[in-house]
């Protein structure tokens, strides 16, 4: 026989017992519940943990090409349909307008130079409108916001809307935080090697993680050294045509002065903390992938919008809300855990007539431990200390279904039905209980 486990929040989150009639569970929950049960999923789903199981498969076609060229320098040939577009990434949509008509531009000029037939000659009398190069952007901003998938976006947005004019853009990845050596003059050697080999057009460079590259109050004498190589590298390629260069960085004053000066780049684009808008939007992103990893509906009285608000005390980032997804994995699979094992014991209300009307039974985790309560009475003594049972809801959803043997009381399998909103917020406040509520005055320039 199957049922439903019902509860409220309030007990979820104190310990409590939801009492009066049906099917409900009196929680008493840790930090930690010994084993964590994984949820059920086929290759590429979700795990307990909130992981991915297997080899994510690509968005499309074979990958790119790497090709190592130092350890900090990688050049990457296409196809690019493993990375994902600016229109895959959910969320600010002003920042996006400025990169997408960056990206028209470049696109227009390339096609203007390498194209054929009409389309070579409408995009050459564009061209004549936008005299100017473009030469790229600086992108900055919280870290965790997604400056650097907004990076590789441009390369797919490119790459995808030159293809069909036969036209293949090179990447050219550098990862700044990894470039510096400890022996000397090798950075510099290796720097300058690199953009040596930088003769692939159409031509997208991107740093990324530039904090790297220069500390204004201390910088190393191959921080001072390769910022006036990249300068030099700058100029020589500032009236090129077929480059276009992209910054990343947390905090723009970190950049050396004449890598930012006037004319050097077409925007300056801060990615700052999401909307609360956004961070709906990013939170309906994860939710769908978490859906058709899972296989598990969220409850539609769910409130987006209060979540949106309440992680990580308002400062949430894309990346705070991914890890508050492979949370909601994580509680879960503490949900399910609970109730397999005894932590979290299950009361069936009625289920045995006496004189008195019907009477209570406990249902017996796996494993019966000797510590468990043997009845239902024991249970609610021992588990509803400074609960009102007024309070209780009859039932309060916990979104999951038992099935147990009637004869002998022993639960036998515990499974997700759907993603309910008590259990959602108590996820929400037990992900914040990890967070460390970023100050909104961390620098990050201009």
Not at 161 to 177: A, Q, T
Not at 186 to 209: N, S
Request: net charge neutral; proline share 5%.
């Amino acid at each position: 026989m199957t049922y439903e486990i019902f509860k409220k929040k309030q007990a979820l989150l104190s310990g409590g017992i939801a009492a009066e009639n049906g099917l409900f569970l009196s929680p008493l929950f840790g930090e930690a519940q010994g084993g964590v049960a994984r949820l059920a999923g086929k290759s590429g789903g979700f795990d307990g943990l909130g992981n991915t199981k297997g080899t994510p498969a690509k968005e499309g076609g074979k990958g790119a090409h790497e090709t190592q060229i130092a350890g900090f320098m990688k050049e990457v040939t296409g196809p690019f349909d493993s990375f994902k577009g600016l229109s895959d990434l959910p969320g600010y949509d002003t920042e996006k307008s400025t990169i997408s008509g960056l990206i028209g531009r470049f696109v227009t000029r390339q096609i203007a130079m390498h194209g054929k037939g009409k389309e070579k000659e409408k995009a050459e009398e564009r061209v004549k409108l936008q005299p100017a190069a473009t030469k790229g952007y600086i992108l900055y901003g919280p870290g965790g916001t997604g400056k650097s998938q907004y990076g590789r976006a441009t390369v797919r947005e490119i790459a995808t809307k030159l293809k069909p004019h036969g036209i293949s853009p090179v990447l050219f990845d550098i990862n700044v935080n990894t470039m510096f050596s400890e022996y000397q003059g090798e950075t510099q050697a290796q720097l300058t090697q690199g953009l040596d080999q930088m003769r692939a057009r159409p031509l997208i460079v991107v740093f990324d993680e530039a904090d790297g590259l220069y500390n204004p109050n201390a910088a190393s004498t191959a921080q001072i050294q390769s910022a006036n190589i990249l300068k030099q590298w700058l100029s020589e390629i500032a009236n090129d045509p077929e480059v276009m260069v992209i910054m990343i960085t947390n905090n723009v004053n970190s950049l050396p002065e004449p890598l930012k000066r006037p004319g050097r780049f077409d925007a300056v684009i801060k990615m700052d903390y999401p909307s609360n808008e956004d961070k709906v939007k990013i939170l309906h992103y994860y939710k769908h992938k978490y859906e058709m990893s899972s296989k598990i509906p969220f409850a539609s009285d769910i409130s987006w919008e209060e979540a949106a608000r309440s992680l990580n005390g308002g400062l949430a980032t894309g990346a705070t809300i991914e890890g508050f997804m492979e949370h909601l994995g994580d509680r879960l699979a503490e949900l399910m855990d609970g109730v397999q094992h005894g932590t979290l014991p299950v009361i069936l209300s009625g289920q045995k007539k006496g004189k008195k009307g019907g009477t209570d039974v406990l249902l017996k985790p796996e494993g019966n431990p000797a510590d468990f309560p043997q009845t239902a009475e024991d249970a609610r003594k021992r588990f509803q200390t400074g609960i009102d049972p007024a309070l209780g809801k009859t039932p309060a959803d916990f979104g999951l279904e038992i099935d147990y043997n009637e004869k002998t009381l022993v639960i036998e399998k515990v499974k997700v039905m759907k993603i309910t909103a008590d259990v959602f917020s108590w996820a929400v406040e037990r992900f914040n209980q990890t967070q460390p509520r970023t100050l909104k005055s961390v620098q990050t320039g201009l």
